[in-house]
């Protein structure tokens, strides 16, 4: 057991390669690259290949000189200039793989387009790969602080009590897997903070902060909570903190001079009249409900909730931004015009913050009695959450769940009916 | 020490292995890129819609075929499409469609070389509504 234990992130690697592979083969998923994935990454080819920053050149290739409405890229009304949605850091973590595409697909002969055989599972691929980096960050936090066994349970049951291994397969170019790989990476890095930090690890936060800016702007409310309550309690990263918050706006740069270039304005939304609905947020919709509620798709975040409350002493400084950057994002969510956040298992909203859920979830998991009963009972529910989570998972991959709105007869109609 | 370079041996031999095998993979020619599935209405010949960039191989001794091509003309889009067809990426062939009728675009493709498929592909200038280019029929 702990052999198996101490290959848990390769374990983890596999399980998810195995389902990659599945949904691909299988065709369940039709390519990596679609929906909104296209315009996260769409960067790469007109940038590498194309050499063409204004995206025209990609909307010639691809599709006779407009992009399709799917892809949330739309020509500026006043510059007629393609503004993109969805910004340029996915891309940027996506390029070193991109690079080994290319040449691969010049090796074999395919079209170098950008979207042919390899570059599709590149693109694929690199989700994957972040979010078991994420994974190998989240674990090294929690035994910082936890048992090694609560900490394992806690990292596997993240992966798969939740809709984090959908995003690491199925959607694995969807942006959730890559701003839950920089929430770990700088959750982790954040904690391990110390009088002994270097001005190197500043920087590293600091690109850590920026990319998250630049996968998903909202994400931004992660390291400016963080980092506040990192530097309430921490004079070394006080002294610190502007060498970091100085790389963020460095990193950040590029996607204002983009936004800038394509529309006359340094920060803009391509949505258009699609917007926020301040007044009128569905907060049960997003936290509780079929249709997309946080907690009904992954019950075991009610025990990571819950957990907050029996954070071990090392961790409690981080209680206060968790909340509030849970809070926040559930209402950003929550008053998002199109709150489901369209077709998605579970709430995808929610992905990227599972790291700040992760110390939860484990102190809930020590929490649990040692009595050996309670402890197996403890067990079974947690792995049967888990298998209802997966199965659940699978339902929608084979498209007996609805992409979104799933009502309450829906749901009990549908519960534990196989393909 | 010894366990760890029999390991990059392996892995360096599997490397240069996987790659042998990819420079000339037996499932290339099966590999399609930005085209519809085949239809066939009646009074039709079979085909297949293109986006505004399709990619297809063929066999690398298939010397010279015709390529059967055509679009929609309707008075909600009547713009003339370019068809430019290319093998391994070089110019082959380029055909102006002014109306809705078959064109044959011919190519002749180089003599075999080391490979066993050659790479088409085909762009159109402009596409129809739902990013349409041309039908493309089968090779003739």
Redesign the interface.
Known sequence: MSQLRARLILIAALACLGGYVYAFASGRAGRPIRSDAFSYYVYLPAWLIHHDPSLQAVA???????F?DYTAIVRWRFTQRWVDAHPIGEAIMIAPLFAVAHV?TY???????G???YYQHAAGLAGLAYVVAGLWFVRRLLRRHFGDGVSDAAVAALLAGTSLYHYATFDSVWSHAFSFALCAALFERMDAWSDRSTTRDAVFLGLLAGLMFLVRHTNLMVPAALGGALALRDSSFRRAAPVSAAVALACALPQLWIYKAASGHWIVSSYGDLGFTWATPHIAGVLISPRKGLFFWAPLMLAAMAGLAWLPPGLRRWRTAILAVFALDTYLIASWWDWQFGGSYGHRGFVDLYPLFAPGLAAAFARIPARPSVRAAAATAIVLLCALSIFQMLQYWHGVLPMSDVTWDQYRSLFLKRW | MVTRRAGVIVAALAAIAA?AY????PW?IS?T??LHRWEQPPGMPRYRWS???A?FFVPAGSGTFDLPVSTTFDAHDDKAMMVTVSV??DTAARIVLTDDGWKRVRIALPPPGS?R?R?I?V?????RDG?R?VRIGEIQ
């Open positions: 010639d290739d691809c599709c006779g000189g407009t399709p691969l090796w074999t002969n395919l079209s170098p387009d979207f042919t055989l | 790659l990819l420079r000339d993979p290339l590999q890129t930005g986006g505004a960039h990619s391994d990426g490979r498929v790479r592909d762009r159109t200038n402009v596409t990013n280019g």
